[in-house]
């Protein structure tokens, strides 16, 4: 049984700690929000000019003004601030940003990352993901395992434009848990149900498998 995206973000959440500034890209990335550790603090930055991103709101505490760089709404928390943009990518290219989260078309063995565009297709475009990569001292990624026709997204080497060169760290997917080690994907755990022949199958990256491979605890 693969993995939903809810719970995608779930195991992407225990990656973070205690004092971390944390950038939350479009899409599944977004949800992480949601399972952030209790006691714990952390400071979800967004590069629209938000710091002190919380849990998407309900229906009674929405407000419309409030939105994240993919124009969800969004919650606030005590001392939360505001800020131009220019500031929000000050902040990401000078090196303060602990954590990005990226969702992604392809990545790669080499640790790269393709994001932004599908040549003939209408996508949203770069957002800040460049400079993300850049200026992170972590990045990981949230994605399915393969296209909707079975292919991987997991490759020896991207096709498409790249985002960024040699940042990847680790990868969540609906199928697995994978670390980017000395230009190999190391498989770290398999999603309920989920076989190691699957993934196998699923990965055209070289893939490192060592022991028992353990099941995502959700």
Same mark, same amino acid.
């Given at each position: 049984?693969?993995? !939903?995206?809810? =719970?995608?973000? =779930?195991?992407?959440?225990?990656?973070? =700690?205690? &004092?971390? /500034?944390? *950038?939350? &890209?479009?899409?599944?990335? !977004?949800?992480?929000? *949601?399972?952030?550790?209790?006691?714990?603090?952390? %400071?979800?930055?967004?590069e629209n000019g938000l710091l002190? %991103?919380?849990e998407f709101p309900t229906e009674e505490n929405i407000d419309a003004d409030l939105i994240n760089a993919g124009k969800q709404t969004v919650t606030v928390l005590d001392g @939360?601030?505001?800020?131009?943009?220019?500031?929000?990518?000050?902040?990401?290219?000078?090196? #303060?940003?602990?954590?990005?989260?990226? @969702?992604?078309?392809? $990545?790669? =063995?080499?640790? *790269? $990352?393709?994001? /932004? %565009? $599908?040549?003939?297709?209408?996508?949203?475009?770069? &957002?800040?993901?460049m400079d993300l990569v850049a200026g992170a001292d972590n990045i990981i990624v949230? %994605?399915? #395992?393969?296209?909707? #026709?079975?292919?991987?997204? $997991?490759?020896?080497?991207?096709?498409?434009?790249?985002?960024?060169?040699?940042?990847?760290k680790k990868v969540v997917t609906d199928l697995a848990v994978m670390e980017l080690i000395d230009g190999k994907f190391h498989l770290l755990e398999r999603a309920p149900g989920v076989s190691v022949e699957e993934i196998q199958e699923k990965t055209q990256a070289e893939l490192v498998i060592s022991g028992e491979v353990s099941e995502i605890k959700i």
């Open positions: 049984m693969s993995l !939903t995206k809810e =719970q995608i973000a =779930q195991v992407i959440a225990r990656e973070l =700690q205690d &004092g971390y /500034y944390v *950038n939350l &890209g479009i899409g599944i990335p !977004t949800l992480v929000a *949601n399972y952030v550790p209790e006691n714990m603090e952390i %400071m979800l930055q967004s002190g %991103m919380g @939360g601030s505001f800020f131009s943009s220019a500031e929000s990518f000050a902040m990401i290219r000078g090196g #303060h940003v602990d954590l990005t989260v990226l @969702g992604a078309f392809e $990545i790669d =063995q080499s640790g *790269n $990352i393709a994001s /932004y %565009m $599908i040549p003939g297709k209408l996508v949203k475009g770069m &957002g800040g993901a949230a %994605m399915t #395992h393969a296209n909707k #026709h079975g292919v991987s997204k $997991i490759l020896k080497e991207c096709t498409l434009p790249l985002t960024g060169v040699n940042c990847v």
